[in-house]
């Protein structure tokens, strides 16, 4: 089993940052990838970012390219997402996702973990 806790969330104003973090803990062994997905009040849960073990790839949704940075630090089995430039249709409950493979995908099926997810406000 592995565990993922979430922090950073907050309300922040349009324009604003944040950094989130995700610390994996358990059974994290091979070289897995993490995720960020997120969901609105209504919608569906949708992809953000991944991030390969060696960090040498990443991938986004279109939405969040040049303002979004996916990130991690496998020493402390951590990774962060680094929200710049934010907006209000970033509002959400943020996830970070957990993948025993290393191949990055935006769908969910692919992802074996699941934190419990922050919240984060994006004021206009």
């Not at 993922?4 to 990838?33: D, I």
């Not at 990130?71 to 249709?89: C, G, H, I, W």
């Not at 025993?100 to 004021?123: C, D, E, K, M, N």
């Amino acid at each position: 089993q592995v565990q993922l806790v979430e922090s950073g969330g907050g309300l922040v104003q349009a324009g604003g940052s944040l950094r989130l973090s995700c610390a994996a803990s358990g059974r994290t062994v091979g070289n897995f990838a993490m995720a960020w997905f997120r969901q609105a009040p209504g919608k569906e849960r949708e992809f953000v970012g991944a991030v390969s073990w060696s960090s040498d790839n990443t991938v986004y949704t279109d939405s969040v390219k040049g303002r979004f940075t996916i990130f991690r630090d496998n020493a402390k089995n951590t990774v962060y997402l680094q929200m710049n430039s934010l907006k209000p249709e970033d509002t959400a409950v943020y996830y970070c996702a957990y993948s025993i493979f290393g191949t990055l995908s935006p769908s969910r099926s692919a992802f074996h973990y699941w934190g419990q997810g922050t919240q984060v406000t994006v004021s206009s």
